[in-house]
């Protein structure tokens, strides 16, 4: 850090990613992208014209990329906002709605407080129930930005849309962020009550379910007048923030859908595999409706597990927080990797008898 760096930058503690190691190839399952390439549209659509166009700028309205999402989603264009991962959603619902203030859980995506800190937003940190369900009382009335990941990371235990409803209409007066990157792995979107609620805002991803995590594409849907606070803060930052190879790749894969909600289905049995099997080795499995699964076991600490698969090529994801430092989360990937995975896990185990 050099000594020009503002003061109030100074002391941010930086969001950290997990593990993308170039070492070695491992068994990925530290960070919950998909273990299918992206549809043979989207790789027959990055080509070699497409490539030379990068000279010229793309397109900010990312007009056809917007029709699909909206024409997918049933909602009208200017219902959708499209940005560099949703991770740029986060950030511009942090900067333009903290302004009395943050709501969202002890444990939920790290990323959250990491904007609240960054803008100087003060945050109210409601604690999951002890079963780490969302006690939805606890954020009525919370009269400041209200954010929920739905199915929540990393736990993977989702909310009804009920109590999703019951929180929006308890604060009419803020805006309500239901981050909804793992729905499509058997959760219920709240994309239809954006039809109903002023104060609703739906952000998710292409980066879990429909394997383009490297391309960069999230989407946020609201009533259009959210719509159009982020469009100012992306014109006053960066117009172009969707790449031209990325609105392609986008566009490709929505008209593709069916492959990636197949993909979809395949996960949820590996789930549900990797879950049977864990438990039958003793594991304590949260109920997921993610891509992942969040595990832990009374015969080895969540730390020693995360290490001792790293030796053995596995990557999980590992959280030093008191609270949930005995947990894993682990991706779902492919059947083949999932059966790996038990195997190294029966091994350690094993080892530590
Ligand atoms: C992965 C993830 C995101 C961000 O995804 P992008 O790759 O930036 O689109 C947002 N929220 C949650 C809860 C996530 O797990």
Redesign the pocket.
Known sequence: MSKFLKSSLQKIDAYTPGEQPQDKKYIKLNT?ESPFPPSEGVIKAINEQEVKDLRLYCDPECSKLRKAVAELYNVSENNVFLSN???DI?NFAFMAYGENGAAFPDIT?GFYSVFAELYGIETTIIPLNEDFTINTLRFYNQNKLVVI?NPN?PTGIELTLEKIEEVIINNPESVVLV?E??VDFGGISAIELTKKYKNLLVCS?F??SRSL?GA?L?FAIADSELIKDLEKIKYSTNPYNINRLTQIAGLMAIKENDYYMDNCKKIIENRKFTTNELIGLGFEILPSKANFIFAKSDKISGENLYLKLKEKGVLVRHFKNERIKDFNRITIGSKAEMESFVVAVKEILGENL
Do not use: E, P
């Open positions: 919950n991962g949703s991770d986060l995506y990941a990371a981050d990157a793992y991803t980066s879990k995590a960069r999230g």
